[in-house]
């Protein structure tokens, strides 16, 4: 075929699924994950990295309808239906990846949400590999945390952390918060819908991190921990206000960050977003909530009112005392990209040059 790209077709396409990813040593390891993203929020901050994120929720009349999906205001979590894609691109890959996500999955047997990522060369398009996502997002997921911990609390030792959720990207949080600060933590208390579940968690890990694992059926160490991070899924605030002391809030799920919390942040504090637009427009957590049920939207009102990227942490100082502070992050394409091609990267045994260069090479033909 002369003067075209030549682009392979599905059964040439490498697939790696979660079970190849998983046994594969470290790949996702919560520090080598950590080292990925920071390369990310570099590009990020320069520019070169850059994506975008839509979500597509199911109508109320099909909610109404639907056998299963109408007992879902049974749930005391979110049913969070949603089906997201999310697409971006750095100076050498593409990526898309596409989420499907109902918390009636469970009654099926199912996770809750599941993640496919095709990479792709960035100049052609051309796929290079399919792969299963789902573990991918809750590392990247979990590197939010450690970026927290690093650059927001670096000075602190002997912390408590409060983790709110009991599943897979819960599960992440705590392995990659023992690699990467397993020595400034003495604790940590986690709480879920079901004790049950937190319990469970809280076994599996007890042998494998460096601090104790407490799970815990109301809030009442809420207010001795140094750091609190909520990834449950919730529909209604898992916390009270004044529960809350000088604590560092990461908000990582649904509407979890009660109204007087993110009132006294903006008021005395610092609050902050991985991206303020997405946040705003997905509209299903707490901060972008706050604002429309006030009638206006986070991304109207977010710079006057001093909300700032969460890259404002990369440089403590301008942080500075101001207390409390409330970080909420929507999961940004880019994350997913760059932790995917570091899986296909080691997966492919250092070939992934060469996909992409032929199709440019017969391109030029």
């Known amino acids: 075929m002369s003067g075209g790209i030549i682009s392979p077709s ?18 996702l390891d919560g520090k ?10 570099d590009d990020i901050a320069r520019g070169t990295a850059y994506g975008t994120k839509s979500v597509l929720s199911i109508t109320p009349g099909e909610i109404n309808g639907h056998p299963l999906i109408k007992d879902a205001v049974s749930l005391e979590e979110r049913l969070g239906w949603k ?46 590999c399919l792969l299963d996502g789902t573990d991918i997002s809750a590392a990247r997921t979990a590197s939010y945390a450690t970026l927290v911990l690093e650059r927001l609390l670096a000075p602190r030792r002997d912390m408590s952390v409060f983790l709110f959720g009991a599943g897979p990207i819960a599960e992440k949080i705590i392995l990659a918060l023992d690699r ?14 079901t004790t049950d579940s937190a319990i469970r968690l809280a076994r599996s890990l007890a042998g494998t991190v460096t601090f104790d694992i407490t799970p815990v059926q109301d809030n009442c160490a809420l207010c001795r921990c140094d750091f609190v991070i909520t990834a449950s899924n919730a529909k209604t605030p898992v916390f009270e ?5 000088g604590a560092a809030v990461l908000h990582l799920g649904g509407d979890e960050t009660p109204a007087g919390l993110l ?10 977003c991985d991206d303020v637009e997405m946040v705003s427009r ?11 049920r006030k009638g206006t939207t986070l991304e109207q009102l977010g710079s006057a009112l001093g909300i700032r990227p969460i890259t404002a942490i990369l440089d403590p100082s ?16 880019m994350l997913d990209l760059y932790v995917a091609a570091h899986v296909y990267e080691a997966l492919s045994g250092g070939t992934n040059d060469n996909a992409g260069r032929a199709t440019v090479a017969e391109a030029a033909r």
Request: proline share 4%.
């Open 83 to 128: 089906l997201s894609c999310l697409s971006s691109v750095n100076s050498r890959y593409g990526a898309v990846k596409i989420v499907g996500a109902n918390a009636l999955n469970r009654q099926l047997g199912l996770p809750r949400s599941r993640s496919t990522i095709v990479l792709m060369d960035k100049f052609t398009l051309v796929p290079l």
């Open 282 to 292: 997905r509209g299903s957590q707490s901060l972008a909530l706050h604002f429309s």
């Open 241 to 245: 206000a004044n529960e809350i002391g």
């Open 263 to 272: 009132e006294r942040a903006l008021r005395c504090g610092s609050v902050l």
């Open 10 to 27: 599905l059964s040439d396409i490498p697939c790696y699924s979660a079970t190849e990813i998983a046994g594969s040593g470290s790949l």
């Open 32 to 41: 080598i994950v950590h080292d990925v993203v920071a390369k990310a929020w």
């Open 318 to 333: 301008e942080i500075g005392q101001e207390k409390p502070v409330h970080i909420t992050c929507v999961g940004l394409p």
């Open 180 to 193: 990467c600060h397993g020595g400034k933590i003495r604790s940590l208390f986690v709480r879920s819908r």
